[in-house]
C-alpha cells in the first residue's frame, strides 16, 4: 500500500507557481522522498527526489519538513505542458526497492 | 536521465492469443525491472519484479502462469500476457533503475487490447 497521502486534484494559472503537497507521515528514516508525474497516456517521468534536505533542479523545488512526516513539490513557474498526476512515493534506496503509487494528484494548469 | 525503451507502443491481439512485450535499457544495464499495469483513470499496480537470472518476483494477486516474465539479459525484460482475454487489455509499463541506483525511469509503457 501506498504510504503517501496527496490531494486528489489541483488547479493552478499558468506561470504561477503550483505547490503539491504530500503527507508522508510514517515514513521511516531510511525512505526517501520521490516525486513522479504522469501526463496522459505516458510512463511516469521521474522529477526529483530527497532525504532530509530541501531539493532543487532544472524541473522542480522539493521542500521536505523537519520532521519528515511531511513535503511540497513547487513547480516555480507551471505551463500548461505541466497538466499531469503527480505521484509522492517514499521508498527506500537501491535499485532492487520498488515503487508504490497511490492515486496522486491530478494537477491542471489553466491558461 | 537514463532511458527505457518498450516495444511495441500498442497491440492487438485475439483472444486467447499470447503477446510479448519488451523492455529495454538503451544506456545502461539493469539487474532488475519492474512490470506495471494501470487501467483506464486508476494509478499504475505494481505485478512484478524481474530479476536478471532469476525467476520474477509477483505481488500478491497477480498470476504468475499467466503474465511470464524473463529477464535474460541485463538490457531486456519481456513480459508476455499468455491466453489473453479482453479484461487483460489495459497499459503496460515497465521501469529500472540504472546500476541498481537510487532513481527508477520507465519506460514509455504499452497499450494492449485484447479483442
Known amino acids: 500500500d501506498a504510504k503517501t497521502t496527496q490531494p486528489t486534484s489541483m488547479d493552478c494559472a499558468e506561470g504561477r507557481a503550483a505547490n503539491l503537497p504530500c503527507n508522508h507521515s510514517?515514513?521511516?528514516?531510511?525512505?526517501?522522498v520521490y516525486w513522479y508525474r504522469q501526463i496522459h497516456s505516458q510512463g511516469p517521468q521521474y522529477i526529483i527526489h530527497g532525504l532530509k534536505n530541501n531539493e532543487t533542479n532544472e524541473m522542480a523545488s522539493l521542500i521536505i519538513t523537519e520532521d519528515r512526516k511531511s513535503s511540497t513539490l513547487i513547480l516555480p513557474h507551471a505551463t500548461l505542458r505541466d497538466t499531469a498526476v503527480y505521484y509522492c512515493i517514499v521508498r527506500s534506496q537501491g535499485g532492487s526497492e520498488k515503487l508504490v503509487f497511490g492515486k496522486g494528484t491530478k494537477l491542471t494548469v489553466n491558461p | 536521465g537514463a532511458v527505457v525503451s518498450q516495444h511495441p507502443s500498442w497491440v492487438i491481439c485475439k483472444s486467447g492469443t499470447s503477446v510479448k512485450i519488451e523492455c529495454r535499457s538503451l544506456d545502461f544495464q539493469a539487474t532488475t525491472m519492474f512490470w506495471y499495469r494501470q487501467f483506464p483513470k486508476q494509478s499504475l499496480m505494481l505485478m512484478a519484479t524481474s530479476n536478471e537470472g532469476s525467476k520474477a518476483t509477483y505481488e500478491q494477486g497477480v498470476e504468475k502462469d499467466k503474465f511470464l516474465i524473463n529477464h535474460a539479459s541485463l538490457t531486456l525484460s519481456t513480459l508476455t500476457v499468455t491466453s489473453a482475454h479482453p479484461e487483460d487489455s489495459s497499459f503496460y509499463i515497465c521501469?529500472?533503475?540504472?546500476?541498481?541506483?537510487?532513481?527508477?525511469?520507465f519506460g514509455e509503457g504499452s497499450w494492449l487490447t485484447v479483442v
Open positions: 521501469s529500472a533503475a540504472p546500476g541498481g541506483g537510487n532513481t527508477i525511469y
Open positions: 510514517t515514513i521511516s528514516g531510511n525512505e526517501y
